[in-house]
């Protein structure tokens, strides 16, 4: 552990602050691997919550467009095998879902959760204790899915575009599953070197794609205009199928949650929010409010441009392209809009449009992996269920890659087949998100907003429970991200329990004058536990007494109380503050913290250090049962307290000449 002044904090003036310190790998690999591990530099990812640059409000768009914006790709096919001929209705109430439902909720968690962590976050705090983290940890499996699932499926769906290109069809038409394996490869390459660039990739991805989408869309409606005849025999096909206006939308309203993936990519918004250029004030402020309102401008741009296209692209879609050429195996299936490029833009600008969205669709899982990483190691080695190497980078794209492969090979490289995974982790983060906002407003009593989140959440539910009914596998599929996800956790909970868990220590002065002045004059620091309670002159005489007869404290020696005062125990790295007091005459050190004998084994550590002499510390023995002290340590952060002491400080101290003293009698 390292001592500093703490005047080098801000608004600090005296006392002292310890930091544990982490040791270095001795290999350059390990060096490599493991950068961004220290948790003094906090999270290195490409969503850090600290950036050394960041960008305008547009250019970050970007970069959660390539995700967003790569939807369409492949949404008005689905739209067309959804709802068929209906598919321009069914789109316009996805729009108005996006427009009056995703973003008003996102744009309230910008305002809420700007530091990145978005509505996950949100319900951290809402819910907290074990309730919160296990929350916590059930909607990460779900975003592991959505983000996991995008890096598979958009590699899937760039390797199918690859096989139908009529130019590239004989070199990768039989080679699909290779191809995908090749570009979730490349991806992780990508992010093994760095991911210092991704903005400015993902400026020149999106405005080249939505250019050529645009040319497509502009070239496809003057042929709509200029051959009318094929609006009205769509609209006789149309009211022939169902007559009733009425019937079409409540069809079109039935079968919006199989076009609930037109609303992937959105959720990720929030999760760029850090890289936003905000005011030069925001740094000296607490809420950031040029960060907050240029993400509340991103989401409603991209929600604008990606509206405007889902219902031009529908329209053209439905219009040009026959019914049985979006069916599996036709040539509109998953590609309408590349169909359409080739039928009337010839196969150069065809093969353009094809590389393009090859592109786009690929960098939309680096996307998806910036939100791993941007995720993982902001929550789960914070709760302690991850090793330290989960703050790294590396290791994690190293991991992420590997299943992505696993997915990749089960479902063999199969779009459809992984499609109700994606909409489910997709869904259920929306639904999430709309929870939270909810909360939010009926705790601010905001009683309108919370009306209108309320309805929005119902919404969102309705779509969620409706897309697990017809595709079930995407909970399954989720279940199995939930259970690693719980069982790695929890197995990391137990292996790190005698972790020293205190990011930092801070003695304040009145702490700091007693351990220096004990230590100066008598050469030690005797500190005696003692369990918070009534807090009377009698109690703390009755137990000064005890401990100097049990445990042959000398009598010209002071001791000093130690008292940790409950917290949150699922909490696993705290900030703690070593408060000094005199209370009926009687000394007493106070630290608040959810983790009894870590917070003690951290304090008599700093007391060494900032003393200089290593102090010894006096417990009783309890009389509960081992089992369950072990059970109650793992899941409250008390029980046997002397005990699992002594072994946090033999874990943290190997030189036993360094190491404080533990007494029990």
Same mark, same amino acid.
């Given at each position: 552990m390292?001592v500093?002044?703490?005047?080098d904090?801000p608004?600090?003036?005296r006392?002292?602050?310890?930091?544990?310190?982490?040791?270095?790998?001795?290999?350059?690999?390990?060096?490599w691997?493991?950068?961004?591990?220290?948790?003094?530099t906090? #999270?290195?990812g490409? #969503?850090?919550? #600290?950036? +050394?640059?960041t960008h305008s409000?547009w250019?970050?768009?970007c970069?959660?467009?390539?995700?967003?914006?790569?939807t369409?790709?492949?949404?008005p096919?689905?739209a067309?095998?959804a709802a068929?001929?209906?598919?321009?209705?069914?789109t316009?109430?996805l729009?108005?879902v996006t427009l009056?439902?995703?973003?008003p909720?996102?744009r309230?968690?910008?305002n809420?959760?700007?530091?990145?962590?978005g509505?996950i976050m949100?319900?951290e705090r809402?819910l907290?204790w074990?309730?919160?983290?296990l929350l916590?940890l059930?909607?990460l499996?779900?975003?592991c899915?959505d983000?996991?699932?995008t890096?598979?499926?958009?590699?899937a769906?760039a390797?199918a575009?690859?096989?139908?290109n009529p130019?590239?069809a004989p070199?990768?038409?039989h080679?699909?599953?290779?191809?995908?394996?090749?570009l $979730?490869a490349?991806?992780?390459?990508v992010f093994?070197?760095g991911?210092?660039?991704a903005?400015g990739i993902?400026?020149?991805?999106?405005?080249?794609?939505?250019?050529l989408?645009? @040319?497509?869309?502009?070239?496809?409606?003057?042929?709509?205009f200029?051959h009318?005849v094929v609006?009205t025999?769509?609209w006789?096909?149309l009211?022939a199928?169902r007559s009733?206006p009425?019937?079409?939308i409540?069809?079109?309203?039935?079968?919006?949650?199989k076009?609930?993936l037109?609303?992937?990519g959105? +959720?990720?918004?929030?999760?760029?929010?850090p890289q936003v250029?905000?005011?030069?004030a925001?740094a000296?402020?607490?809420r950031?409010?040029?960060? $907050?309102?240029?993400?509340?401008r991103?989401?409603?741009t991209?929600?604008?441009i990606?509206?405007?296209?889902?219902i031009?692209?529908?329209?053209?879609? %439905?219009?040009?392209?026959?019914?049985r050429a979006?069916?599996a195996g036709?040539?509109a299936?998953?590609?309408a809009l590349?169909?359409?490029?080739?039928? !009337?833009?010839?196969?150069a600008?065809?093969?353009l !449009?094809?590389?393009?969205?090859?592109?786009?669709?690929?960098?939309?899982g680096?996307?998806?992996?910036?939100g791993?990483?941007?995720l993982?190691?902001r929550?789960?080695p914070?709760?302690?269920?991850a090793? *330290?190497?989960a703050?790294?980078?590396?290791?994690l794209?190293?991991?992420?890659?590997?299943?992505?492969f696993?997915i990749?090979?089960?479902?063999?490289?199969n779009v459809?087949? *992984?499609g109700g995974? !994606?909409? %489910?982790?997709v869904?259920?983060?929306?639904?999430?998100?709309?929870?939270?906002?909810?909360?939010?407003a009926?705790?601010?009593?905001q009683?309108?907003?919370?009306?209108v989140?309320?309805? $929005?959440t119902?919404?969102?539910g309705?779509t969620?429970v409706?897309n697990?009914?017809?595709?079930?596998d995407g @909970?399954?599929?989720?279940?199995v991200?939930?259970?690693a996800?719980v069982?790695v956790?929890?197995?990391?909970?137990?292996r790190r329990?005698?972790e020293?868990?205190?990011?930092?220590?801070?003695?304040?002065p009145v702490a700091?004058q007693?351990?220096v002045?004990d230590a100066?004059?008598?050469?030690?620091v005797?500190? $005696?536990?003692?369990?918070?309670?009534?807090g009377?002159a009698?109690a !703390?005489?009755?137990k000064?007494?005890?401990?100097?007869?049990?445990s042959g404290?000398?009598a010209r020696v002071p001791?000093i109380?130690?008292e940790?005062?409950?917290?949150?125990s699922s909490?696993f790295?705290?900030?703690?503050v070593? +408060?000094?007091h005199v209370?009926?005459?009687?000394?007493?050190?106070?630290?608040?913290s959810g983790?009894?004998?870590?917070?003690?084994a951290?304090t008599l550590?700093a007391i060494?250090?900032?003393?200089g002499?290593?102090?010894?510390?006096?417990?009783e023995?309890? +009389?509960?049962?081992?089992?369950?002290?072990?059970?109650?340590?793992l899941?409250?952060g008390v029980g046997d307290?002397?005990?699992v002491t002594r072994?946090?400080?033999?874990?943290a101290?190997?030189?036993?000449?360094r190491?404080?003293?533990?007494?029990?009698s």
């Amino acid at each position: 552990m390292s001592v500093r002044p703490s005047a080098d904090l801000p608004g600090s003036s005296r006392g002292a602050v310890v930091t544990p310190s982490n040791p270095r790998m001795r290999s350059r690999l390990g060096d490599w691997m493991m950068q961004g591990t220290d948790r003094a530099t906090g #999270h290195q990812g490409p #969503h850090q919550v #600290h950036v +050394e640059k960041t960008h305008s409000w547009w250019r970050v768009m970007c970069l959660t467009g390539v995700d967003y914006f790569s939807t369409l790709g492949y949404q008005p096919a689905i739209a067309a095998l959804a709802a068929g001929l209906l598919s321009p209705i069914a789109t316009l109430v996805l729009v108005i879902v996006t427009l009056f439902g995703a973003l008003p909720v996102y744009r309230r968690v910008a305002n809420d959760s700007f530091k990145g962590a978005g509505s996950i976050m949100m319900l951290e705090r809402l819910l907290p204790w074990w309730a919160g983290k296990l929350l916590v940890l059930v909607l990460l499996g779900f975003a592991c899915t959505d983000f996991m699932i995008t890096i598979t499926l958009s590699a899937a769906d760039a390797a199918a575009h690859l096989a139908e290109n009529p130019y590239t069809a004989p070199l990768f038409g039989h080679i699909p599953l290779v191809m995908t394996l090749a570009l $979730i490869a490349l991806l992780g390459v990508v992010f093994l070197r760095g991911f210092r660039e991704a903005i400015g990739i993902a400026v020149v991805l999106v405005g080249v794609y939505l250019l050529l989408n645009l @040319v497509v869309v502009v070239v496809t409606l003057g042929q709509v205009f200029t051959h009318p005849v094929v609006i009205t025999d769509w609209w006789s096909a149309l009211t022939a199928q169902r007559s009733n206006p009425v019937l079409m939308i409540a069809v079109a309203v039935l079968v919006f949650p199989k076009l609930a993936l037109g609303l992937s990519g959105f +959720e990720t918004g929030v999760s760029v929010m850090p890289q936003v250029t905000g005011d030069p004030a925001d740094a000296e402020t607490p809420r950031p409010i040029g960060r $907050i309102r240029g993400t509340r401008r991103l989401l409603t741009t991209a929600a604008i441009i990606m509206s405007s296209f889902l219902i031009l692209t529908s329209l053209v879609t %439905t219009l040009l392209i026959p019914q049985r050429a979006f069916q599996a195996g036709g040539p509109a299936n998953g590609r309408a809009l590349a169909f359409l490029a080739h039928e !009337y833009l010839g196969g150069a600008f065809g093969s353009l !449009y094809d590389a393009s969205t090859i592109a786009i669709l690929w960098f939309a899982g680096a996307s998806a992996m910036a939100g791993l990483l941007n995720l993982v190691p902001r929550f789960l080695p914070r709760y302690g269920m991850a090793p *330290q190497w989960a703050r790294a980078v590396r290791p994690l794209v190293i991991i992420f890659t590997l299943i992505a492969f696993a997915i990749t090979i089960v479902f063999n490289a199969n779009v459809d087949a *992984q499609g109700g995974a !994606y909409a %489910t982790g997709v869904l259920v983060l929306i639904t999430s998100a709309a929870i939270a906002v909810t909360l939010s407003a009926r705790r601010k009593a905001q009683r309108g907003w919370f009306v209108v989140f309320a309805i $929005i959440t119902i919404v969102f539910g309705y779509t969620t429970v409706a897309n697990v009914v017809e595709r079930p596998d995407g @909970v399954r599929i989720a279940s199995v991200f939930i259970v690693a996800i719980v069982v790695v956790s929890l197995v990391s909970r137990v292996r790190r329990s005698f972790e020293l868990r205190a990011s930092s220590i801070v003695l304040d002065p009145v702490a700091e004058q007693f351990v220096v002045a004990d230590a100066d004059q008598f050469g030690t620091v005797c500190i $005696i536990a003692n369990e918070p309670g009534a807090g009377t002159a009698e109690a !703390y005489r009755d137990k000064g007494r005890s401990e100097r007869r049990d445990s042959g404290i000398p009598a010209r020696v002071p001791t000093i109380f130690l008292e940790v005062l409950q917290a949150d125990s699922s909490d696993f790295e705290e900030d703690l503050v070593v +408060e000094g007091h005199v209370v009926h005459g009687f000394r007493i050190l106070r630290v608040r913290s959810g983790n009894v004998p870590n917070t003690i084994a951290a304090t008599l550590l700093a007391i060494r250090d900032v003393a200089g002499v290593a102090p010894s510390i006096y417990f009783e023995w309890t +009389e509960s049962s081992p089992i369950r002290n072990a059970l109650r340590f793992l899941f409250t952060g008390v029980g046997d307290v002397a005990p699992v002491t002594r072994e946090v400080l033999r874990e943290a101290e190997s030189d036993p000449n360094r190491r404080p003293v533990v007494h029990v009698s």
